[in-house]
Every structure is written in structure tokens, then in C-alpha cells.
């Protein structure tokens, strides 16, 4: 019966139901570990069969010993802008100057994308899937919103649905460049009827950019006649919100029962009392490669820890804001820049991560979960902090 994975010298499992783990820090960790995994004929996907102390391990089909490295789940990265072409790096130089960021060099994002072709598209799309994949992450979310045209949306849906099931059709990413004024609601019209009906055969989220502050992005109101559409239409809701300033993103989201709001980078204690009311429902993403990438104040990661909230991580991976695939490195900064400790940095990297996915078959392993590892190239989850920069993660071939 399948594959034996052993000598796991520290497997964290983020189960919090397990014999014998200790869970002093909410991992589920079990040391000298063996994991059985095994694949289904017909679906062919793989699972965990079998989960304890290798010393215990019953007999496989055939093994593989790790040595004593750590073993984890695979990180769940629950926020990406994947599908994109151009490049925006003269953008970042000149933020590490000084400039700000509002959203407007979205615009060029949106040329160079409608420019590509599918093909192009898709080896670079997949180039970037690949690096995530080889730093640790099993599970990626995908969003559009650099077409703004039913027909290049509609192709970045497409191709987000080749790596993923985790698609989001983000047509109310910015109203496109160019809109005169008094056609801002014609466009969010296109994002809720026709856009809408095209994004639909791939997508299973709708997110918007909720943000007032930005010229660019959308109000309280706009955002809520789109997330609106996007509900009836049956999609599940996400919600770009308070990235650039104390906005209405946050307490939008909880009202639509988000299954996460990202960025929170500017919090009010009313958003925080939102999503402590909502923290079955709602997760509070945070994206701190963006903040290192934009030089904005991180998120009050210790103000949402410590009220109750449901915290996840993310890369934001996109060219404007954060141009990161790596999951270890968000863990780095939320633990040295947002006071997160590292267990609770790999657990909103898992755990609360797939919750923002409304997955409990990922983030986990669990009898009967997917089996979506990553290794470590070192003897413990601490190492991912202690150990900034250093390509030590990786996803588990099994
Ligand atoms: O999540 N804030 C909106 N969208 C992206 C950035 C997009 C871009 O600048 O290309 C984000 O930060
Ligand atoms: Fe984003």
C-alpha cells in the first residue's frame, strides 16, 4: 500500500487533533515521523494514508527516507496575479526612492498582457507556478484583472484554470486605463454582466479592488454592485481591501462573508472588531512582500493575532507590488517585521491559508488530506525564518 515517507525528523502537521503531536504551539508536531501516502487509480490524485511515529510504521510498497529533515504542508499561497507579461522593475527602483504606489503602473501591465499571446502567456505563467512549486508551495490561488477587455480576461482565466482551481476573475481589478471619468460605471456595468458570463466556465472567486484612496480602483459602492453580481452568479467572494489607506474594504468583505479579505494594511479597531466577529467566515490575508516591496508599514499582524482573528499569508506575487513566488520569504518577513512568531507564520502559511480557500483537504496533513508536502532542507520549521533568503523549501514529489 503506497509510498513510505520516514525519517521526518520533525513533521509538522497543523492538526490539531493528533495523539501523541505536541501542540504546544498549534503545529501538531510529531518527531521522528513517518507519512504513508497513496494514490487513487481513478482519480489519480494522491493522499495521506497513514500518519506517526516511524517506528510504528506499517509495511509499503516501497520508502523513502529523508534523513531527519522536516516535513510540512505544502504552502498554500491563497493570493497571486500569475498571468502577466511586461515588466515593471524601473517602477520598484523608483519606489525604493521615494515614489509611491497608487495602483496607476497597473496600466502598463495591462498593455504588455493584452499584447502577449496565449503561448507567451502561458510559458511565462508556468515558469512562475514552477519557481512556487520548487520553494515549497502545493496549492496556488490565480487571479486575472490585468485585461479589462471580456477577451483578455476571459484568455487569463483560461490559462489561470490550467495550474489551478483556485481561479478568481478579478475584472474589478482598476477601471482600464484611459476611462474618462463619466464611463467608470459603464465599465463596472462590462465587469457585471458580460465579463461576468465569460469569466464564469473557469472562475470560482470574484475579488475586487476595493479602494477608494487610488484614482484607479474602485469605492464602496462600485465594489459592492460588483462582489453582488459575482455572488449571484453563484462565485465565492475575496476582497483586495485597506492596502493603501483606512478604507471601507474590510468591513465590505465581512458583510458579503468574505472568505478573506487581503492587504489590511491600514486597520481601524472597527475593522479589527469586523473580523473578530467574522473570524469563522472571514480570514484576514496580510501580504508583507508587498509592504517590503512598496515601503509601506506592514500590517498589524499582533493587533489581529491577539484579538481572536484568523491570519493568513500570502505572496501577492505580481509585478506592481510584490514580484516574490517565495512563500519562505513572506514567512521570514512576517515573523522579523509583523511580530508573528514562526509557528504562527507557518500556520496562516497553511492552515489558515487553505481556510482562505474554504479547503480543509489542504494545509493539513491529515489522514484522508491531500498529500501536499514540502521538505525542508534543515531539521526543523524554524529554520524557514532563521534561515532569510536561503533556498531550504521545497514541495514533496510523491
Ligand atoms: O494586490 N492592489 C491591487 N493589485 C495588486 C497590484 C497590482 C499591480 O500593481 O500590478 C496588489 O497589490
Ligand atoms: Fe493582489
Not at 467608470?184 to 457585471?192: C, F, G, I, Q
Request: contains cysteine.
Amino acid at each position: 500500500m503506497g509510498m513510505l515517507i520516514t525519517g521526518i525528523g520533525e513533521l509538522v502537521t497543523c492538526d490539531d487533533t493528533l495523539d501523541g503531536a505536541d501542540h504546544s504551539e498549534s503545529l501538531g508536531i510529531l518527531r521522528d515521523a513517518a507519512v504513508i501516502v497513496g494514490r487513487d487509480p481513478e482519480t489519480n490524485e494522491s493522499s495521506v494514508q497513514w500518519v506517526g511515529l516511524a517506528a510504528k510504521a506499517p509495511a509499503a510498497d516501497w520508502a523513502i527516507e529523508l534523513g531527519g529533515h522536516a516535513v510540512l504542508p505544502g504552502f498554500v499561497d491563497s493570493h497571486s496575479h500569475l498571468v502577466f507579461a511586461g515588466d515593471r522593475s524601473a517602477e520598484f527602483a523608483a519606489r525604493m526612492t521615494g515614489q509611491s504606489y497608487d495602483g496607476g503602473g497597473i496600466a502598463t501591465t495591462v498593455a504588455a498582457t493584452r499584447a502577449a499571446s496565449d503561448d507567451q502567456l502561458r510559458t511565462l505563467l508556468r515558469a512562475r507556478a514552477d519557481e512556487m512549486r520548487s520553494q515549497g508551495t502545493t496549492t496556488v490561488e490565480i487571479k486575472s484583472g490585468y485585461g479589462l477587455t471580456v477577451h483578455d480576461e476571459t484568455r487569463m482565466l483560461r490559462l489561470a484554470s490550467e495550474i489551478t482551481t483556485e481561479v478568481t476573475y478579478l475584472g474589478g481589478h482598476v477601471v482600464p486605463p484611459g476611462t474618462a471619468s463619466g464611463e467608470r460605471s459603464a465599465y463596472v456595468d462590462l465587469v457585471t454582466r458580460e465579463m461576468l458570463a465569460a469569466a464564469l466556465p473557469y472562475a470560482k472567486w470574484i475579488d475586487v479592488f476595493c479602494e477608494p484612496a487610488s484614482p484607479h480602483a474602485f469605492d464602496a459602492e462600485e465594489s459592492r454592485q460588483i462582489l453582488s453580481a459575482g455572488v449571484a452568479a453563484g462565485l465565492g467572494v475575496r476582497v483586495h481591501g485597506n492596502q493603501l489607506a483606512p478604507g471601507p474594504g474590510v468591513q465590505l468583505a465581512v458583510e458579503f462573508g468574505a472568505a478573506s479579505v487581503d492587504h489590511c494594511t491600514y486597520l481601524s479597531s472597527s475593522d479589527v472588531d469586523a473580523l473578530v466577529g467574522a473570524q469563522e467566515t472571514t480570514v484576514a490575508t496580510l501580504l508583507p512582500g508587498v509592504e517590503f516591496s512598496t515601503r509601506s508599514p506592514f500590517a498589524d499582524a499582533r493587533a489581529l493575532l491577539d484579538a481572536g482573528v484568523s491570519v493568513a499569508l500570502a505572496t501577492d506575487c505580481n509585478p506592481g507590488t510584490c514580484y516574490s513566488t517565495s512563500m519562505p520569504f513572506v514567512i521570514a518577513l512576517a515573523v522579523r517585521e509583523m511580530g508573528m512568531t514562526p509557528a504562527q507564520a507557518v500556520r496562516a502559511a497553511t492552515l489558515n491559508a487553505a481556510k482562505a480557500l474554504r479547503r480543509n483537504d489542504i494545509g493539513v496533513v491529515r489522514v484522508g488530506s491531500r498529500a501536499d508536502l514540502a521538505v525542508l532542507d534543515a531539521p526543523s520549521y524554524l529554520h524557514l525564518p532563521y534561515r532569510p533568503g536561503v533556498p531550504i523549501a521545497k514541495a514533496l514529489e510523491v
